[in-house]
């Protein structure tokens, strides 16, 4: 990362601090609803949030603000989702919460899919897919997908026993996000067990699973590392959510505003993005050395077993999901990001 990067996220961070989570309403103010504390240390969404709301603000004028509800206020992912479909609001939403909304989604999380981040930033921002999935999303929810937020990195395993290679999972128990996960963890010869996010910490504690998947940075921010000794850096999935705004909420909004809160949207993406990335091996640092946890990286050779026994199981259940063309298309366009990133 070049000089001029540090000091923008330097100048963002100074900015954060002093911005609080609301302001005087404006003509028109906008409830955003996110998962997780309003920390700018540990959460990322929250670093994009506060950058979102502050560009918005002061480029309009305080004619538009936005009103901040961090850490699920709202109520949960499927809750807020459909708030967002039926209420003039904004929502960062994870792939558990589109999960029977739009399952068409599910297939920018093939694992493996993306070679860097680079690859990931050209695949979500220019795509023939994210246009066309953009597109479909609008017509059946009348909600806007405008940009997907990378949270925190690409996904690792935390455990309570070692994982090395594939065969570790046989006989135990992993919190699954969605179906997708738990296909993934059926290959590997696991059970995957559904757990809301804000459940987790108590479920791996109790031993009703042992152990699940996320970046460094969720871990750190939910404190797993304390129900948790062993991390695999697999390197699954690219971590990400998506910023949904009620389409009715921003045609409401002058031509001027609109583009304003678009134009907003992709520049705390692109803040939120250099944090993260500039973040992501001391995150790593501190969960070996302040959170006590052994941190384990495969071999290319086991990481080639990961993709050879994961992407499979992940395609057949794919494919009972969303047509085969839109699958091919994706693959497609992924391998050409990872082209273009090099």
Request: aromatic share 10%; charged share 20%.
């Amino acid at each position: 990362m070049g000089m001029l990067q540090k000091k923008y996220i330097v100048i963002s961070a100074l900015i954060f601090l002093l911005l609080p989570y609301s302001t005087a309403l404006g003509n028109t103010c906008i409830k955003m609803s996110y998962n997780g504390a309003p920390t700018i240390k540990d959460n990322p969404v929250h670093v994009f949030a506060i950058h979102f709301k502050y560009t918005i603000e002061q480029k309009t004028h305080g004619n538009v603000t936005i009103e901040l509800y961090p850490d699920s206020q709202l109520g949960n992912e499927q809750q807020r989702m459909q708030q967002v479909i039926n209420e003039p609001m904004i929502n960062v939403a994870s792939f558990g919460g589109m999960e029977t909304i739009f399952p068409e989604l599910f297939v920018t999380n093939i694992p493996f899919l993306f070679d860097s981040y680079k690859a990931a930033h050209i695949f979500f921002d220019s795509s023939t897919t994210m246009q066309e999935l953009r597109n479909n999303f609008l017509k059946l929810t009348g909600v806007q997908l405008l940009e997907v937020i990378e949270e925190g990195g690409f996904i690792a395993f935390t455990s309570t026993e070692p994982i090395k290679s594939p065969k570790d999972f046989k006989g135990q128990q992993f919190r699954a996000m969605d179906a997708s996960q738990i296909a993934m963890y059926k290959a590997f010869g696991a059970t995957g067990i559904p757990v809301p996010w804000t459940s987790v910490y108590t479920a791996l504690e109790s031993g009703m699973v042992d152990g699940q998947m996320n970046p460094p940075t969720y871990i750190i921010l939910e404190k797993l590392y304390e129900v948790q000794q062993f991390l695999t850096l697999a390197n699954v999935q690219y971590s990400n959510q998506f910023l949904l705004i009620n389409d009715s909420a921003l045609q409401q909004l002058s031509k001027k505003e609109q583009k304003i809160v678009k134009k907003a949207a992709h520049q705390a993406n692109n803040v939120t993005r250099m944090f993260v990335e500039s973040q992501v091996a001391k995150r790593i640092y501190f969960l070996e050395k302040e959170g006590g946890m052994t941190v384990y990286r495969p071999s290319p050779e086991e990481m080639e077993d990961f993709k050879r026994i994961s992407t499979p199981s992940y395609l057949t259940w794919l494919r009972q999901q969303v047509p085969a063309k839109l699958i091919d298309q994706t693959i497609h366009d992924a391998q050409n990001a990872n082209h273009n990133a090099q």
